[in-house]
């Protein structure tokens, strides 16, 4: 069985940085098509960005330029790089794992359990 576990989430103040983690266990990690998502309180999930096993990534234009996704298959993980956060990035973030690439969360097959960002103003 796959499973996800995100860290790094926490109280951030706007303009600052945080990085998330997400360890993955259970399954080749290398095949997947990685993920982050986010929902923030009332609102629908929302794609963040996505990265192939072969290193392509497509980000949100929300957070194109701000954020970096990269993954080290030899830890079994991937990462999330936020820089310039705003309050309007205040969510609970998801990693997910899949086989295609794509913005819907039906598109990805295992989730983590999130984590929280809030960043305040």
């Known amino acids: 069985q796959v499973r996800l576990v995100e860290s790094g989430g926490g109280l951030v103040q706007a303009g600052g940085s945080l990085r998330l983690s997400c360890a993955v266990s259970g399954s080749t990690f290398r095949g997947y098509v990685m993920a982050w998502f986010r929902q923030a309180p009332g609102k629908e999930r929302e794609f963040v960005v996505a990265c192939t096993s072969g290193g392509t990534t497509n980000y949100a234009d929300s957070v194109k330029g701000r954020f970096t996704i990269s993954r080290d298959n030899a830890k079994n993980a991937v990462y999330l790089q936020m820089n310039s956060l705003k309050p309007e990035d205040t969510a609970d973030y998801y990693c997910?794992?899949?086989?295609?690439?794509?913005?819907?969360?039906?598109?990805?097959?295992?989730w983590g359990q999130g984590t929280q960002v809030t960043v305040s103003s």
């Open positions: 997910t794992a899949g086989w295609t690439t794509g913005i819907r969360p039906e598109t990805y097959a295992y």
